[in-house]
């Protein structure tokens, strides 16, 4: 059965930062693209990052390039997304999601097979 769980949400001040980890289980992990997606309250879900299943390719939403950092460690079977400079419009519900070897863009797209519970980002003013 595979499972991914969420973890490091929180409250922040605006411009502060946090890091959000993923644990994989249940799945050969290094055959895995992972991305990143959140929604927040009334809007629709929404890619923010992706990294490739060796992690030498990643892919941002362009709201969040250049504060965030999505990395992974295939030892560990976890990816990790560092968050700076965090904005009010950054509060929502952070996800993240598997999808077996595919293209960076197409896991943007659509999503993975498989997601997580989420974990709650609150930036506060």
């Known amino acids: 059965q595979v499972q991914l769980v969420e973890s490091g949400g929180g409250l922040v001040q605006a411009g502060g930062s946090l890091r959000l980890s993923c644990a994989a289980s249940g799945l050969t992990f290094r055959n895995y693209a992972m991305a990143w997606f959140r929604r927040g309250a009334g809007k629709e879900r929404e890619f923010v990052a992706a990294?490739?299943?060796?992690?030498?390719?990643?892919h941002y939403a362009d709201f969040v390039r250049g504060r965030f950092t999505i990395s992974r460690d295939n030892a560990k079977s976890t990816i990790d997304l560092q968050m700076n400079s965090l904005k009010p419009e950054d509060t929502a519900v952070y996800y993240c999601?598997?999808?077996?070897?595919?293209?960076?863009?197409?896991?943007?797209?659509?999503?993975?097979?498989?997601w997580g519970q989420g974990t709650h980002v609150t930036v506060s003013i």
């Open positions: 999601s598997a999808e077996v070897t595919t293209t960076l863009f197409t896991i943007a797209a659509k999503g993975g097979d498989y």
């Open positions: 990294i490739s299943s060796r992690g030498d390719v990643t």
